[in-house]
């Protein structure tokens, strides 16, 4: 079965410091792993989205990468701010639909708390 | 300004009255797509489309209805809403293909009593 896992569930720091979200998933066949921003309430917003090929991208001050040998993902924000305060869905595409599009399968997020 | 829209934003109702929610994109996506979202559970696709007349159930359709008639509507229906559908449901679109970007639209919330 096809699962995406998200570590830590949550996460409070300071603004100003770095963090790091973790995504292990187990995606096969894999397409493409993609980061999302949810602020609450809202829809997501993609942050990220790479391929088989790329184990690094950036947006900003957010930075994800990719091992797909070892089916890990990371995104690191740098320098935090009050409105990175948000959930943070990691989403892995790959496998089929009945149609011969792609899965997208979703993650349960990291709910990150910035504290002035 | 490239957008979904969904409506109503926000809906309470009781066990058995039929609703729609409606979900509109501008941005001649082919792919359309509708999420709930649960605490503990992340998104779940409801159902898809990949383009007029053609739908598909995601992994949980069960007591959901779809209809794509125009390109940029995709509509859900609940024809006898239940408690166990009180949750936060989103409205997606993208190019057709593997890698394009999904946009989400803003969410409806519904309350089911």
């Known amino acids: 079965k096809n699962q995406v896992e998200q570590s830590p569930q949550s996460l409070i720091i300071l603004e100003g410091k770095n963090c790091t979200l973790q995504?292990?998933?187990?995606?096969?066949?894999?397409?493409?792993l993609r980061w999302y921003k949810q602020d609450t309430g809202r829809g997501p917003v993609s942050l990220t989205i790479m391929t088989f090929s790329e184990n690094t991208k950036s947006n900003g001050r957010y930075t994800a990468t990719l091992d797909a040998d070892t089916k890990q993902s990371s995104l690191h924000i740098t320098a935090s701010q009050l409105s990175d305060s948000a959930s943070y869905i990691c989403v892995v595409g790959g496998g089929l639909s009945n149609f011969g599009n792609e899965k997208l399968t979703f993650g349960t997020g990291t709910r990150l708390t910035i504290i002035p | 300004e490239a957008q979904v829209t969904q409506n109503p934003r926000y809906l309470i109702t009781v066990t058995g009255k039929k609703l729609t929610v409606t979900c509109s994109q501008n941005?001649?996506?082919?792919?359309m797509s509708w999420y709930r979202q649960d605490p503990g559970l992340g998104l779940r696709q409801i159902y898809y489309?990949?383009?007029?007349?053609?739908?598909d159930k995601g992994d949980v359709p069960e007591g959901y209805k779809v209809s794509r008639k125009e390109k940029r509507n995709f509509p859900l229906i609940l024809e006898s809403p239940s408690p166990n559908q009180t949750s936060l449901y989103f409205c997606?679109?993208?190019?057709?293909?593997?890698?394009?970007?999904?946009?989400f639209g803003p969410g409806t919330r519904l309350t089911v009593t």
């Open positions: 941005m001649n996506h082919e792919y």
């Open positions: 997606a679109s993208s190019l057709l293909g593997a890698s394009y970007e999904q946009y």
């Open positions: 489309s990949m383009n007029v007349e053609v739908t």
């Open positions: 995504c292990n998933y187990t995606v096969s066949p894999f397409s493409n």
